[in-house]
């Protein structure tokens, strides 16, 4: 049966961000169908650019099934989940999305491999905040944090991100070890932990490092902006066509050279004030003032203020394009201009 299925690349959460700019590339530079899910009904730009899309959600198991009903799933690039600030307010359906609805997909990777005796690639971004730092005495000590280094987070989603990393790191190294015959076809897990994004074309919604997107369009559309941590907060950032470009080499990238399944990988840090002046620089009427939440900040300031991501660079070659100036100067005021000129 399998053979009669079209194969695809399914990517959930596919409305979101990191989705937007993953779809655009991927319809350009792949000649595989790409199949859609997403809670909310694809963008119609988005739309056409996927053989088909999906309204639902991850944890809906008819609607995973009647996907592989209709595609041989090769490809997944699991990008649904719910961010650091939202999953705090609801915790519990926090794990479900998270946690239940990456295993679910792990498993759907795995039967997919089996049925067609091919390793199903399978992409996961997850997150600095994995990362937990106790204090910020020791935040500015550790400096540039490894992938091991301080892995105690103090948030839902930083513990559901980390768990996934090890699943995927199972899935594709141990799964059924004892096995009298084990299987052939693990799960292709391959995991990359982001910093802080920042996307000239989207705004980001329910993330702890949102005040740094957030100051950059409030200025460019002539909104005052009370940024929720303190002026010296500091954490790793990277563009987001970075972003896209860190995710595609790493799923291009010859199996291997991977020494590893879960990466670390950033661009610039800088503080929150560094933000602030460059926008202040750029957008003169900008009105940013610093408003800290104790309960936000206390999560940022448990976060590295770097990461070291020198094994993405030897395993899978990994350089951010854009540097400060570059996603500034380069990427986020022209194309945020030209984003708000009519408005
Ligand atoms: N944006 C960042 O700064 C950042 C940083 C580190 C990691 N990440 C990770 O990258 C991935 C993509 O993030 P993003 O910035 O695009 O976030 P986003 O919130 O913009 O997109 C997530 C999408 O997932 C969808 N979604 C949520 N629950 C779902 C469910 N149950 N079923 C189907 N879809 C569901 C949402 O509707 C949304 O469109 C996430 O896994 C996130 O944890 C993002």
């Not at 759907?108 to 905040?129: H, N, T």
């Not at 892995?151 to 513990?159: H, I, S």
């Not at 329910?206 to 997107?213: F, I, K, L, R, V």
């Amino acid at each position: 049966m399998s053979g009669m299925r079209k194969s695809a690349i399914l990517i959930t959460g596919a409305n979101g961000e990191v989705g937007h700019g993953l779809i655009e590339r991927l319809s350009e530079e792949s000649s595989d169908p790409i199949v859609a899910l997403d809670l909310m009904e694809i963008e119609p730009e988005l739309k056409k650019r996927c053989a088909a899309s999906y309204a639902g959600s991850i944890v809906d198991r008819a609607l995973m099934e009647r996907i592989v009903s209709e595609y041989r799933v090769r490809e997944i690039y699991h990008l649904a989940a719910l961010l650091s600030t939202r999953a705090e307010f609801t915790p519990d359906t926090a794990h479900d999305v998270n946690v239940t609805g990456t295993l679910d997909l792990l498993r759907l990777a795995r039967d997919q491999g089996s049925w067609a005796a091919e390793s199903v690639k399978f992409l996961f971004p997850s997150s600095i905040a994995v990362f937990g730092l106790p204090d910020l005495e020791t935040k500015r000590a550790a400096g540039s944090v490894k992938e091991w280094e301080w892995t105690a987070p103090m948030t839902m989603y930083g513990c559901n991100k980390l768990y996934c990393e090890q699943l995927g790191r199972y899935y594709a190294n141990h799964y059924r070890q004892l096995a009298e015959e084990p299987s052939e076809y693990n799960v292709d897990f391959r995991c990359l932990r982001y910093p802080g994004l920042i996307s000239a074309t989207t705004l980001p919604q329910g993330g702890t490092s949102d005040y740094a997107p957030e100051m950059i369009h409030a200025a460019a559309s002539r909104k005052p902006y009370a940024c929720f941590v303190r002026e010296d907060t500091v954490i790793p950032f990277m563009a987001m066509p970075d972003a896209i470009d860190a995710i595609l080499s790493l799923a291009r990238a010859d199996v291997g050279h991977l020494k590893r399944r879960v990466y670390n990988v950033t661009s610039f840090s800088a503080t929150a004030g560094d933000i602030r002046d460059r926008v202040a620089a750029h957008f003169p009427h900008a009105e940013i003032t610093f408003a800290p939440d104790e309960k936000r900040q206390r999560i940022v300031d448990s976060w590295p203020s770097d990461v070291d991501d020198s094994w993405a660079r030897s395993d899978w070659d990994w350089d951010a394009k854009h540097d400060i100036d570059a996603t500034f100067n380069g990427y986020l005021f022209p194309v945020i201009e030209k984003k708000y000129a009519g408005a």
